[in-house]
């Protein structure tokens, strides 16, 4: 039957059962030639792809294909596939690590899967279950092995994307997918040195509003960022401050804290509050759990442990940082990703004028914002344990 229906994925109580991810039913082919690997200082974001890809795709007749992993190639796409008309595509970003012991570890991988649920089934495209994706995600890890550098501050980052290859130009839902997941060893995010970044508020582009998507790693949301980050670029700031109204959301494509002063002389942390303007972040969870352990159960180094951290995530605006700024009390300003993990921030400004400077520290980051980045890359390389956040890959 050749109808062209409007299937919804998954609410279709009738719809003939099909085959579903299946990580057991795995196909490897690896590739003759493998790449030589690039020096880790030489390494720029993104550039080199390693040897291999995980790729399996959907129909809506028969179900998920035998998940494949084979040499890294180009897809061939029908020009009307959904992915290139709307835009229906997701992606997720993860890092593997590996330890002293030579095993690769994966950092919260269960956080990326249970976003990437969301984020898929935001944009309707076809379900599955990530706890397959998973498992294939370790087995392209391990056959990636050799790519990740063993020098501190490096890793594997992992892209799974999910792109809609209904070839229709009918607008609706896809119920064609393909799903792949690429790799590429990767260094400092920034090669900016000692140097914090700059970041450049911005109120009129913005990245999220209330009822949006900014809180899905849906690709659709990055396009629209690329010509404010251009702007920010030519002004002579490093990243974007994305402000609604005059709420501070994030920074580029990463969350942001201020460390604050208070009165007693302990110190707040803030974050905005996941309301839907913000990426529900790996690594924002990951340091606010960081932060409220501190004095108790382990705590940050060369921080006192009579130093009290209070996390909070609530709204906070670009007016209340300026003016902790003039006060005295704003410390530290940082930007949290997977990508970036940890970086300090230097100066806010807008219209070509500074109207935040950061205090200066040692290297490119505070206090607060060093002993979170070597926590937490202790986690991720193996060399602390923290509840089941390192997994093992193999
Ligand atoms: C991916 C991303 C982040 C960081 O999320 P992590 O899970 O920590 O990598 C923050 N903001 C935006 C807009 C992002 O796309």
Redesign the pocket.
């Given at each position: 039957m050749a109808i062209d229906h409007v299937p919804q994925a998954g609410v279709n109580a009738n719809a003939p059962q099909v085959a579903p991810l299946d990580a057991s039913k795995l196909k490897i082919t690896l590739s003759e030639t493998l790449k030589a690997i690039p020096a880790p200082e030489s390494l720029v974001f993104g550039g080199t792809m390693s040897d291999h890809m995980m790729i399996v795709t959907y129909h809506p007749e028969t179900g998920w294909s035998d998940p494949e992993i084979k040499p890294y190639g180009p897809l061939t796409l029908d020009p009307t596939s959904s992915c290139f008309q709307y835009s229906t595509n997701l992606f997720e970003?993860?890092k593997a690590y590996v330890g002293s012991d030579g095993e690769p570890r994966l950092f919260r991988p269960n956080?990326?899967m249970a976003?990437l649920e969301r984020t898929r089934d935001r944009i309707a495209l076809p379900t599955f279950d990530t706890n397959e994706l998973i498992k294939l995600i370790k087995k392209l890890v391990v056959i990636e092995s050799r790519w990740i550098p063993n020098v501190p501050g490096h890793s594997l980052y992992v892209r799974p994307t999910m792109i809609g290859t209904r070839p229709s130009l009918g607008v609706a839902a896809s119920d064609h997918a393909t799903l792949y997941v690429i790799c590429c060893p990767t260094g400092p995010y920034f090669r900016t040195g000692a140097r914090p970044l700059s970041l450049m508020a911005v109120g009129e582009h913005i990245?999220?509003w209330p009822g949006g998507t900014?809180g899905y790693?849906l690709a659709g949301?990055?396009a629209p960022t690329f010509l404010p980050q251009k702007l920010a670029a030519k002004a002579g700031y490093d990243q974007v401050l994305w402000l609604l109204e005059d709420r501070v959301t994030?920074a580029?494509?990463?969350?942001f804290f201020a460390v604050v002063k208070r009165e007693d002389g302990d110190l707040d942390i803030l974050t905005s509050p996941l309301d839907g303007t913000?990426?529900?972040?790996?690594?924002?969870?990951?340091m606010l759990t960081l932060i409220a352990a501190h004095g108790s159960k382990n705590s940050l180094r060369n921080i006192p442990t009579s130093l009290k951290l209070y996390p909070h995530e609530r709204t906070f605006t670009i007016g209340e940082l300026v003016q902790w700024s003039e006060e005295g009390r704003l410390l530290e300003a940082f930007t949290?990703?997977?990508?970036v993990v940890v970086a300090g921030v230097g100066r806010i400004g807008s219209e070509g004028r500074d109207d935040i400077v950061l205090p200066k520290h040692e290297g490119s980051m505070g206090p607060i914002a060093r002993a979170l980045h070597e926590k937490i890359t202790a986690i991720q390389e193996g060399r602390e344990q923290w509840e089941d956040w390192s997994v093992p890959c193999s």
């Open positions: 970003g993860m956080m990326n976003r990245r999220a900014g790693k949301n990055y994030e580029g494509a990463m969350n913000i990426l529900p972040g790996v690594t924002r969870d990951s949290v990703g997977t990508a």
